[in-house]
């Protein structure tokens, strides 16, 4: 048997979704691995990631169902049938025992209930909307992101959600439909906070632009051209003052 159950969010109660039968249910599990080449005694494992379980179930239920499917219990009432009982060939030749037998029978038979009859459980009409109670349930479990738990006959698979959902109708399917479902495991993480590690640098302060790289070298430059002309002019006015010839295009 094939169960769905999951919790409400908002009541806290837990929902479960049962197929009348289940035709198709496959257990999917994807191995990915890298298409590069793997460097020699490298740790296999760092080029092969498991991909998230995935079951897909295709189930059919119907407004007529067989009355020992579950759920279906409360369209149906405990009613008195008779039962066909032979009755016992009486004695050729009364006893003084069997006399008796027969007296006390009687008298059981005055109080109590006819021991023909026995209480069934018998259906009280046909189950109606029950394909569209399905869907509604399904896809509100789906809408609400509810973690849901698959129990099969093969694994038990929790934190999963119904990735898709489809009811393909055709005129074969009479008053019930097909339910198509996928279901995928999540993996579920819990969040932690850490202190971070005190920087290097402060963060948040502006930095000074001192330009492009070749804007730096010719500024440099004119810096050392005017250092050499003040050197050059410094000793031309050393030159006059010690009367020594001094070339016309360096005068002032």
């Not at 499917?69 to 049938?81: C, D, L, S, T």
């Not at 430059?221 to 250092?227: F, G, P, Y």
Request: charge should be negative.
């Amino acid at each position: 048997m094939l169960i769905l159950s999951w919790t409400d969010k908002k009541s806290g109660e837990t929902l479960a979704a049962r197929f009348d039968v289940v035709t198709t249910e496959t257990h999917e599990s994807v191995m990915t691995i890298t298409s590069h080449p793997v460097e020699e005694g490298a740790n296999i494992t760092d080029h092969a990631r498991p991909e998230n379980q995935r079951i897909t179930i295709e189930g059919y239920v119907s407004n007529k169902p067989l009355w020992s499917n579950p759920g279906v219990e409360k369209f149906a009432e405990f009613r008195p049938i008779e039962l066909a009982i032979p009755k016992q060939p009486s004695p050729l030749a009364p006893t003084p025992g069997g006399l008796t037998r027969a007296a006390v029978g009687f008298v059981e038979g005055l109080l109590k209930k006819p021991q023909n009859q026995a209480m069934v459980l018998a259906p009280t009409g046909d189950v109606p909307a029950r394909a569209r109670e399905m869907w509604e349930l399904l896809y509100a479990a789906q809408q609400a992101r509810a973690l849901v738990t698959v129990s099969t006959a093969l694994a038990d698979l929790e934190n999963c959600l119904i990735e898709r959902l489809s009811v393909p109708r055709t005129t074969e399917d009479g008053n019930g439909a097909s339910f198509q479902v996928d279901v995928l495991q999540v993996r579920i993480v819990k969040s932690a906070t850490v202190e971070a590690p005190v920087s290097a640098e402060k963060r948040g302060e502006g930095l000074t632009n001192s330009g492009s790289k070749a804007a730096q070298n010719a500024k440099n430059d004119d810096k050392k051209k005017n250092e050499l002309k003040s050197i050059i002019v410094q000793g031309v006015d050393a030159g006059d003052d010690l009367g020594l010839p001094v070339p016309g295009f360096l005068k002032k």
